[in-house]
């Protein structure tokens, strides 16, 4: 169950609960084996909450209005839902939304606070936001609009791959509109949920575009390397490593037997903060030295 209560469950056990292949055989029941008289759906549980996690999932809504459209083909229930706001934006969903409304599902603008035991009942406790009412509704069965997180491991996947990641967890694209799936990084792609909450055709549509930049690299039969790669001058290296450490792409290595450090100009992207870092200046650019800066700026200022 989701949580200490019996009967309360995440959309994702609904579902197999739901299933013709899960526990029951597809009959929505109680953990008694009775069937539920009153069901609530509670979304944005995890999502669009300061407290937790700002954005919104996406994804809840209609796998909410999908679920209580089920309850109410399978069960005799009253079922209720309680939301912010009806996230339906994609195509046939509004549409879907209405079907829902005119099947006897009651809606419920706002979002729950509570849910507790009364005796045998589940009483979610909620305010009516569009009647400024107070409301404590007594259900059977709870389901939760649990919304979409990163994998606890996602920290670790973007160091070894040298990608960066957004404040909510997900990895970061190249550009939100001119590079929607490419990286800081050649070669590596992002594409469905790893970069953000998303549905099922949108995830399609990412993975077709990643596919495609995939094979625009591989079917050219040579990599362009970047011009502005890092190198490093030896004989002023004193091998503290602080480049290595601030080096994202992993193209800095040090030489422990002569106490050096090396770029691996394949994959270098010529970002800088190694040079910058650098204490002794060991470390510039090819075609981006300091000196052709300061010639460039002069020739811009004179």
């Known amino acids: 169950m989701a949580g200490g209560y019996e009967n309360v469950l995440t959309g994702l056990q609904f579902e197999r609960l739901s299933s013709a292949s899960g526990p029951t055989s597809g009959k929505i029941v109680l953990k008694n084996g009775k069937e539920p008289e009153r069901i609530a ?39 209720y839902e309680f939301y912010i706001d009806i996230n339906a934006f994609g195509k046939g969903y509004q549409e879907f939304y ?15 606070s509570e849910v507790f035991k009364r005796g045998d009942k589940l009483v979610v406790s909620a305010e009516d936001t569009l009647l400024a009412i107070p409301i404590e509704l007594p259900v059977d069965m709870v389901v939760l609009g649990v919304g979409l997180t990163p994998r606890m491991d996602a920290s670790e996947v973007a160091k070894i791959f040298g990608i ?62 970047e011009a502005r790669v890092a190198w490093v001058n030896e004989e002023a290296c004193s091998g503290c490593e602080y480049c290595v450490s601030v080096c994202v792409y992993n193209a800095i290595e040090s030489i422990p037997r002569i106490n050096v450090a090396r770029v691996n100009e394949a994959l270098c992207e010529g970002c800088g903060a190694c040079s910058a870092a650098c204490p002794s200046g060991a470390i510039q650019h090819k075609n981006f030295t300091g000196g052709q800066i300061f010639e460039m700026t002069y020739a811009v200022t004179e």
């Open 98 to 112: 209405k079907r829902v409304r005119n099947e006897g599902i009651f809606f419920t603008r706002g979002k729950c």
């Open 41 to 79: 759906f509670l979304h944005c549980i995890g999502s669009r909450d300061e407290n937790a996690r700002e954005y919104c999932s996406r994804v809840c809504c209609m796998y909410l209005m999908k679920l209580a459209h089920l309850a109410r083909e399978k069960t005799n229930a009253q079922v």
């Open 164 to 225: 960066n990641q957004s404040p909510d967890g997900f990895f970061l694209e190249a550009h939100p509109k001119l590079r929607p799936i490419s990286t800081i990084t050649g070669g590596v792609f992002v594409v469905g949920c790893c970069q953000g909450p998303k549905d099922i055709p949108d995830t399609v549509a990412q993975a077709s575009a990643g596919a495609a930049e995939a094979l625009a690299l591989m079917t050219q039969g040579r990599v362009e390397l």
